[in-house]
């Protein structure tokens, strides 16, 4: 369950707004119905804002958008196309929380065979 818990993490309660963690039952739940891979496609996208809040001298950000063959900023476009996101500028976009987090919610929603 401490897996679990760390791979989904907390919930905000939609009545008080509070954050708690989720019941063992809820953690089940999450478990055998979603994806792993949406799960870590979330994941990756979160971070990526995350990062993109940090500034361009910081050495994660630099590591973000590299210039490596493959880089992590090819698989987050990747993720934002497969939500119709992947024209947009996606650092600019990281700046407005509200809609970037719309957006990591699109991205956990989203249906993978």
Known sequence: MRVLRR????RRDEVTREWRTLH???LNDLYFTSSMVRVMKSRRVKWA????HMGERRGVYRVLVGKRPLRWEDNI???LQEVECGDIYWIQLAQDRDRWQALVNAVMNLQVP
Request: glycine letters at 14%.
């Open 7 to 10: 791979i989904f993490g907390s």
């Open 24 to 26: 063992n039952k809820e």
């Open 49 to 52: 804002g995350h990062v993109a």
């Open 77 to 79: 476009k990747m993720d």
